[in-house]
């Protein structure tokens, strides 16, 4: 057992700070006065001590480049085991210990399997292996062979290829279902914003094969009927919920349905990138990221719960700095530091259903972060690595002021 003496243990929920002391292995086994004989005792030297943190919205084998297609075309699939593997490293040492990959190609349960068997060390990982798109989905345009590639994400119209599709990511290691209900930003100019693909007997066939199967939804929905279309299907998370309206608020309270904002993704403030995408694609850029800002503003006012996710890995968005994300949610959607930090902890868990996760109480999980200074004052510090002293997963500690362990 591992005890941490002198240090101030952060409560999510209220607030509140305990100075005091923590005893945990896997799991949180008690916080308050020292114990007598503990495995190890580190001096928390006055320090704070917040949950690890989760980010709900990940593309682990993405590299953040503009020209993501054109890599994605010449890179050997095997690949993808070790930059998913090498990212998921860089949120860890970020102080992030639970990452949801939205969508990846089938390295992900093979690699979620080796963290949790101890082979490599690594965050907790959920992932979506293909998200399901509908047959028909959004890249009409491009060459064959990347047409072909998406096909392999297509399924069969209808009720019976949709629940068929849900099976098959179950059977293929996936832990959730990421579909979308409108077209992408930078997914070319076929992909429209305001299209919804999937028609409501679809979509509520699979929220309800997933739900029957213990999979939850992430919906990734822009245009404002896809985020209505989504919401009425009783769907766990919508992503992105860039231009979601009166309505779509309605029903998501209604629904309890999470909100992911992937504030971070934006970067119509980015010229150097904007430059280089093609003109449809940057008009669509333009148009979504001028709303996001307000809309998640208003839905958060109006009592939409939120949860942190960042779309790391897309364009300009690069792995190991999601804490940018949360410093958004205080600068621009108007969350005190608490409501922020609560984003990325208490309410990413209870998004998905993770169970004794992302709070400090005894018998729970023991993700936690070490940091110098009160995320509390100032969300920002937890932007800077160095400023996060020691991470644990489970109780064991995987990174210390920026850098990740290697393995025991
Ligand atoms: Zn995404």
Redesign the pocket.
């Known amino acids: 057992m591992i005890q941490i003496e002198n240090v101030n243990i952060i409560d999510v929920e209220t607030g509140k700070k305990t100075e005091g002391s923590i005893g945990f292995s896997e799991k949180i086994e008690w916080i308050g006065e020292p114990q007598a004989s503990p495995d190890k005792i580190i001096d928390g030297n006055g320090m704070f001590l917040i949950p690890g943190l989760i980010d709900l919205?990940v593309?682990l084998q993405a590299t953040s480049t503009v020209h993501w297609a054109e890599e994605m075309m010449r890179k050997k699939s095997g690949m993808n085991h070790y930059i998913a593997y090498a990212n998921a490293l860089r949120h860890l040492k970020a102080g992030f210990t639970t990452l949801r990959d939205?969508g990846g190609e089938l390295w992900g349960s093979s690699l979620r399997r080796s963290i949790d068997s101890g082979t490599v060390i690594g965050p907790r990982l959920i992932v979506a292996q293909w998200t399901i798109s509908q047959w028909g989905n959004q890249e009409a345009m491009g060459p064959d062979e990347w047409i072909e590639l998406q096909k392999r994400r297509e399924v069969l119209t209808g009720t019976d290829g949709v629940r068929h599709a849900v099976r098959e990511r179950k059977r293929l290691g996936s832990d959730f279902i990421k579909t979308m209900t409108t077209g992408g930003v930078l997914h070319g100019m076929e992909s429209k914003l305001e299209r919804t693909l999937w028609t409501e007997e679809e979509l509520t066939a699979m929220v309800n094969e997933a739900h029957r199967l213990g999979m939850h939804v992430a919906v990734?929905a822009h245009g404002t009927q896809g985020i209505i279309h989504a919401a009425k299907a009783k769907v766990d998370t919508i992503?992105h919920c860039s231009l979601v309206d009166d309505e779509g608020i309605k029903l998501m309270k209604k629904n309890n349905i999470t909100l992911v904002p992937t504030q971070t993704s934006a970067f119509m403030d980015k010229p150097e990138l904007m430059m280089q995408l093609p003109p449809e694609v940057r008009k669509k850029t333009i148009e979504v990221d001028s709303a996001m800002i307000e809309r998640h503003a208003t839905a958060f006012e109006k009592g939409v719960k939120i949860a942190c996710g960042t779309?790391a890995g897309?364009p300009g968005n690069p792995h190991g700095t999601s804490a940018r994300e949360l410093t958004i949610y205080v600068e621009k959607l108007g969350m005190t530091p608490l409501e922020a930090l609560q984003t990325a902890t208490v309410n990413a868990a209870s998004a998905i259903g993770l169970d004794k996760t992302g709070g400090i109480k005894q018998g729970y999980v023991a993700d936690l972060l070490l940091v110098k200074q009160n995320p509390l004052e100032d969300i920002s510090n937890l932007e800077n690595p160095i400023n996060i002293i020691k991470v644990f997963k489970s109780g064991k500690l995987v990174a210390e002021k920026g850098k990740a362990l290697p393995v025991p």
């Open positions: 919205h593309h939205c990734h992503e779309d897309v």
